[in-house]
Each structure stands twice: as structure tokens, then as C-alpha cells.
T-cell receptor
Framework: DSGVTQTPKHLITATGQRVTLRCSPR?????VYWYQQSLDQGLQFLIQYYNGEERAKGNILERFSAQQFPDLHSELNLSSLELGDSALYFCASSNDGGRLYGYTFGSGTRLTVV | EDQVTQSPEALRLQEGESSSLNCSYTVSGLRGLFWYRQDPGKGPEFLFT???AGEEKEKERLKATLTKKESFLHITAPKPEDSATYLCAVPGYSSASKIIFGSGTRLSIRP
């Protein structure tokens, strides 16, 4: 157990639907990062939050949004889902920007859009 | 554009057969290079951070080295449990928070 908790582990939904992925960072970590991993794209950075505020943005689609709550857990909202959104979604956390000890990743949410 | 390229894509070795994985990067002002291990269906697990050319880090059968343009992950006398995908990553130039990952090397060790 890495200390980063992601729920649900698996999610199957239809095209056009909306889903919410949840992440609880490791205790004491203020930063949360969301990554998407698909077979043809590898790990792609989506967005970072630090202590409730958006800090950095990657190639995140407009249909996707995220937030970090006062208790530091984060949610990634995916809407108007398409088949191509099927992927593993990882959350990671750190307390130093990952400079010394890297990121701690959760075990991911596998999203299947049918 | 910041880029991380790993080679080979896949590597199959016999148990005990040493080899090296390569990670080359194009990013201005390198602010660290990271190696991760990822097992199937799991999140990446942090292995090493390297900051300057000539730096080396070791962990069990793994040793990571860094030059000005690339990094190597040397695996000595590997065991089947070393089978995994090894990922290299660097902070982006425009934002150090944006860690850019390579596509990984899928390592398979046969007993």
C-alpha cells in the first residue's frame, strides 16, 4: 500500500456519460497530480493541485476537470465520455514537488467506455 | 519540445544476464531525472532521482547513471522478480510540476 488511495478501481460506463474519480493523497502530502495512461500514449500529465489550488496543467481536455478539497482529497471529473477516454487514470502525491523522493502513485482507476 | 525517449521498448533476458536500459532526454535546464518501476495493473513506484552528470545511485541489482544527455539503468544479475516496465521521467522546462514520462522499457527475466 503506497498510501495514496484511489476509488473506484474499475469503472465501466457508456459513451456520453460523466464519471468522478477520487483520490486521497498520502498523509502530509499537499500536492496531487493526475495522470492518464493509455497503451498508445504512455503516462500523460493532466493536472496538479497544491493545497487546494491549481498549480500546473497539462494536455487536459476541456471535458475533464478536477478539484482539491480542504481535506486535500481530489476528484477528477470526466464528462461527455468517448471511447478514446478508456485508460488507466493515476493519482500521485508529493510533499516536495517530487524533487527528492519522486511521486507516490496510487494503484489507479481503470476506466472503460463502451 | 521537452521529450523523453527510452530504448529498447522491450528486453528479454535470461536470469543472471546483465544489461542496460537507456533514457535520452531533450529538455532545457535539467532539474532532475527520475526512474520508476511499474508492475502490470499498478501505479509506478519511485526508484531513483539523479541531478547532475556523473551521479550514480544504486538499489539492490539496479544502478542508475546520468550524463548530460542520457541516463542508463544497469541491471546486474537480474532475477525473475525484476520483470517490470521501467520508466524514466524529467520535469518539464516550462513547469517543473509537469513531470514528463518516457514510454518505458518492458523488461522480462526468464528463469
Amino acid at each position: 500500500d503506497s498510501g495514496v488511495t484511489q476509488t473506484p478501481k474499475h469503472l465501466i460506463t457508456a459513451t456520453g456519460q460523466r464519471v468522478t474519480l477520487r483520490c486521497s493523497p498520502r498523509s502530509g502530502d499537499l500536492s496531487v497530480y493526475w495522470y492518464q495512461q493509455s497503451l498508445d500514449q504512455g503516462l500523460q500529465f493532466l493536472i496538479q493541485y497544491y493545497n487546494g489550488e491549481e498549480r500546473a496543467k497539462g494536455n487536459i481536455l476541456e471535458r475533464f476537470s478536477a478539484q482539491q478539497f480542504p481535506d486535500l482529497h481530489s476528484e477528477l471529473n470526466l464528462s461527455s465520455l468517448e471511447l478514446g477516454d478508456s485508460a488507466l487514470y493515476f493519482c500521485a502525491s508529493s510533499n516536495d514537488g517530487g524533487r527528492l523522493y519522486g511521486y507516490t502513485f496510487g494503484s489507479g482507476t481503470r476506466l472503460t467506455v463502451v | 519540445e521537452d521529450q523523453v525517449t527510452q530504448s529498447p521498448e522491450a528486453l528479454r533476458l535470461q536470469e543472471g544476464e546483465s544489461s542496460s536500459l537507456n533514457c535520452s532526454y531533450t529538455v532545457s535546464g535539467l532539474r532532475g531525472l527520475f526512474w520508476y518501476r511499474q508492475d502490470p495493473g499498478k501505479g509506478p513506484e519511485f526508484l531513483f532521482t539523479l541531478y547532475s552528470a556523473g551521479e550514480e545511485k544504486e538499489k539492490e541489482r539496479l544502478k542508475a547513471t546520468l550524463t548530460k544527455k542520457e541516463s542508463f539503468l544497469h541491471i546486474t544479475a537480474p532475477k525473475p522478480e525484476d520483470s517490470a516496465t521501467y520508466l524514466c521521467a524529467v520535469p518539464g522546462y516550462s513547469s517543473a510540476s509537469k513531470i514528463i514520462f518516457g514510454s518505458g522499457t518492458r523488461l522480462s527475466i526468464r528463469p
